[in-house]
Every structure is written in C-alpha cells, then in structure tokens.
T-cell receptor, first 109, second 120 residues
Framework: KNEVEQSPQNLTAQEGEFITINCSYS?????LHWLQQHPGGGIVSLFM???GKKKHGRLIATINIQEKHSSLHITASHPRDSAVYIC???????????FGQGTRLTINP | DAGVIQSPRHEVTEMGQEVTLRCKPI?????LFWYRQTMMRGLELLIY????????DSGMPEDRFSAKMPNASFSTLKIQPSEPRDSAVYFC??????????????????FGPGTRLTVT
C-alpha cells in the first residue's frame, strides 16, 4: 500500500531553534513535494525534489531515495513559520499525489 | 498575476442542494487540479486536467461529483445532490506542464485560497 507518513504530528519550539520535520514513503517515487499551509488555510508549494537537497532562504529540503525518506529543515525559526507542513509523494507510474497528514508547527516568541 | 482564483470562498447549503465551485487557473498554466481537505482524510486529489482534458478522475468519490473544464481559464466542480459528509475545504491548483517531458504532477503547483463548503 502506498503511504506517506510524517513525524512529528505536532511540534512546538522556541524562536531561533532548528526545526526538522520528517517524511517517509513506502513506494518508489519520481518526485516529492513539501507544502506549507498557513493558519488562514492557504497552501504554498515550498519544494519539489527528486534527489539531493534544495534550499530556499531558511528552508532546506533533503531526500534520500534509497531510504525513501525526506526531511524539511528550518534554520533560525520564527513565529511566522508557524503553519502545517505537508509532504506529498508522486509514486512512479502513478498520476496522483499521495499526501501525508501534515505536521503542525508552532514557534513561540 | 492574481494567482489561482476560487469562488465562492465560503458556501453553506442544505443537504440535497446542488453546489458549484469555480476555479480560474493562473494564465498560461495548462494543468488544473481539484483537491479536497478534511480533518479525517487530509488532502486528497479528486481530479486533474491537462489542456482542458480530464486525465485522472479516480479520486472523485461518487457520481454525485462532476468536474468540467470548458476552456483554459475556467473549471467547475459540481456536487449534486450534496450531503453533509461533503463538508470540506476544496482547493484548486494549477501548474504549467511543458509540451514534452514528465507527468504534469511533477511540476510545482500553485494553490487557490480554497472554498470552505458546509452542508447541513
């Protein structure tokens, strides 16, 4: 069965801390997406990656294809980073994205 | 660009009524996706279109759901008749798929603000 699991489900941290959110998937993929959903409900695509690592500002996404695992890191976290972070896999040969349940991140000042 | 536009933003209706959700993708994008988000099931892909043609509608839950894309700048998702379990946030997203290359779903998707549907 094709599944995407994220951990932790909830994460609370203090401003400035280094944050890591993990995503594991069960089948081979052609790409993995990280999405951010703000408290107001809007969804923003952060990264799409199929190998290695991508960086955008304080956000870094990595993927290990052999281990079927991806991580999203936030350096120098800020309260405005508080949101739900969702990973989604694109399984090889399939046309649907499979979504994780999301990680709710709260950064306290 | 204004981004992906969805309307209405909120819809409250009674069970049995017809509901129509609307989406205008980003100009120049040729792939459009409809998603549903609930607390229990998270985000689910319902259907997607490439160049106005439905490619995969296996996520559409029942025959009560239908989606159309009559042209490159407009799509609708219709529920008829609506039921309380259809209550969810419905998102539309668009992306640009090159003429040659990998599946459209591999390319970055831009999401609309969503329509929050409540069926009583």
């Amino acid at each position: 069965k094709n599944e995407v699991e994220q951990s932790p489900q909830n994460l609370t941290a203090q401003e400035g801390e280094f944050i890591t959110i993990n995503c594991s998937y069960s089948v081979g993929i052609s790409a993995l997406h990280w999405l951010q959903q703000h408290p107001g409900g809007g969804i923003v695509s952060l990264f799409m990656l199929s190998s290695g690592k991508k960086k955008h500002g304080r956000l870094i996404a990595t993927i290990n294809i052999q281990e079927k695992h991806s991580s999203l890191h936030i350096t120098a976290s800020h309260p405005r980073d508080s949101a739900v972070y969702i990973c989604a896999s694109h399984p090889q040969g399939a046309q649907k994205l499979v979504f994780g349940q999301g990680t709710r991140l709260t950064i306290n000042p | 660009d204004a981004g992906v536009i969805q309307s209405p933003r909120h819809e409250v209706t009674e069970m049995g009524q017809e509901v129509t959700l609307r989406c205008k993708p980003i100009s120049g994008h040729n792939s459009l996706f409809w998603y549903r988000q609930t607390m229990m099931r998270g985000l689910e892909l319902l259907i997607y279109f490439n160049n106005n043609v439905p490619i995969d509608d296996s996520g559409m839950p029942e025959d009560r759901f239908s989606a159309k894309m009559p042209n490159a700048s407009f799509s609708t998702l219709k529920i008829q008749p609506s039921e309380p379990r259809d209550s969810a946030v419905y998102f539309c997203a668009s992306s640009h798929r090159p003429l040659l290359g990998r599946e459209a779903i591999n390319y970055e998707q831009y999401f609309g603000p969503g329509t929050r549907l409540t069926v009583t």
